[in-house]
């Protein structure tokens, strides 16, 4: 697999477009040249892009999500990406593509290959959703280690499976400039995330990694063990994703153990794991001498009280780092919930805590209410919103959480708070991160 060029796409037949030729032109002309039917919802897409002076100043991204609600969608195909490859093959202006939920297989893999063996300007690529399998990631995998542009790669819920993983593994071995890699609900298993962590505790370059939702059938926890191992090596990792690891309170522990001496990390996201209060009691010992972890998200699990407990006393009185909290949905009652509360009066740097699914009763209102009230708590900080009835406070749930726009983005454009975007929004890295 030394070459990439994708049917109908050969290295010295791409298009040649006038500079000033409208993005829908260049389509409608490729289309015809490679006698392909025009996808309407790509023409329209492309049509809505307006390329003036300042637009091509800062660069673009063409946005071909399958999931557009306001529009006619016809998902992108296989036969599709040819086509788009064509329009973009000269541009430079080109910075990020977004094809997440279409029709992509294992054979639009193929051309996706090759277009990111060739290309120099794309940042940003998003197949999340598709229908991209092993042998579609063995090609994406092989023309990311030829390629020195792209930034942030998301595959997420593509069933690339544990070979698909352990092909993006041997790529981090050898490319040096990809700094986010999204391989959530992809089906990994043991041997790939093995792998990955193996090849992060030498690797430079990936600032964050999203491993949510592997495939695993040990109880041993091993893939937490490496992860955790990798993190007292590893110097560049700032960002983290472990939801669904089936993780318990000895992998916890393995995890504290190794953050003592890690510096770098600002977002581990622990969610739907199976962490009670024995585990968060680590992490509560961990929080009172960390000084680099930013958010923290311990949402699904069941840390209980005495596990709100923990957290409020290290946030009360030791940790000053912490800018996010996400506890939802963790069988707290109002007396945890409270101390969490009182620990934000102490702790001027806790700015966004989600409390929603917990037993909320009328004590844990009240203190919720004086927080957003006083100021000391934004209405955009949490995920739930005072009114009163009859003299009595109530909290009602507000659309406000770390995971916002994870899988989907507003069809208006751009969130509002960008740190619902639960990608390193409080401190990013970079752009698209």
């Not at 002309?29 to 919802?41: I, R, W």
């Not at 229908?131 to 280690?145: C, N």
Request: net charge negative.
């Amino acid at each position: 697999m030394d070459s990439f060029n994708s049917p109908g796409i050969s290295s010295t037949s791409k298009m040649s477009m006038p500079k000033y030729v409208t993005l829908d032109k260049q389509y409608s002309q490729a289309c015809q040249e490679l006698k392909h039917p025009e996808n309407p919802f790509i023409a329209h897409i492309l049509r809505e892009m307006k390329l003036d002076d300042e637009a091509l100043g800062e660069r673009i991204t063409i946005k071909i999500a399958g999931n557009n609600r306001l529009v006619p969608v016809q998902k992108v195909t296989d036969e599709d990406f040819p086509i788009i490859a064509a329009v973009f093959a000269n541009n430079i202006f080109l910075s990020g593509l977004d094809l997440r939920y279409n029709l992509l297989t294992d054979a639009g893999a193929i051309h996706i290959a090759a277009f990111l063996q060739d290309n120099r300007t794309l940042h940003y690529l998003n197949l999340m959703f598709n229908d991209i399998g092993t042998i579609g990631a063995e090609f994406i995998a092989k023309a990311l280690q030829r390629n020195d542009a792209l930034i942030h790669l998301r595959m997420t819920g593509n069933k690339i499976d544990n070979k698909g993983g352990m092909y993006f593994a041997a790529m981090m071995q050898i490319n040096s400039t990809l700094r986010k890699l999204d391989v959530g609900d992809c089906d990994l298993g043991t041997q790939s995330l093995i792998a990955l962590a193996t090849v992060l505790n030498h690797n430079e370059a990936v600032r964050a990694i999203n491993l949510n939702r592997p495939i695993l059938y040990s109880e041993e926890e091993e893939t937490t063990v490496h992860l955790a191992l990798m993190l007292k090596s590893n110097c560049t990792l700032i960002e983290l994703h472990m939801c669904k690891h089936e993780m318990k309170n000895f992998g916890v522990e393995r995890l504290c153990e190794a953050l003592y001496e890690n510096k770098t990390l600002r977002y581990l996201d622990l969610s739907c794991n199976k962490i009670t209060r024995d585990g968060v009691r680590f992490l509560g010992l961990l929080l009172k001498r960390n000084s680099t972890l930013e958010i923290l998200d311990l949402n699904f699990n069941r840390i209980e009280d005495d596990g709100a407990f923990y957290l409020s006393e290290a946030l009360a009185s030791h940790n000053r780092t912490l800018q996010a909290l996400a506890v939802t949905k963790n069988n707290i009652t109002g007396k945890g919930l409270v101390a969490l509360s009182e620990s934000m009066k102490t702790n001027p740097v806790l700015s966004y805590i989600y409390i929603w699914g917990n037993k909320i009763d009328e004590e844990t209102c009240v203190a919720f209410t004086e927080l957003i009230q006083s100021g000391r708590l934004k209405p955009t900080g949490t995920d739930v919103e005072p009114y009163e009835v009859d003299g009595h406070m109530y909290l009602a749930e507000v659309s406000h959480g770390l995971k916002r726009h994870y899988y989907w983005t507003p069809s208006y454009g751009e969130p509002d708070n960008k740190v619902e975007n639960a990608s390193l929004a409080i401190a990013p890295v970079t752009e698209n991160l």
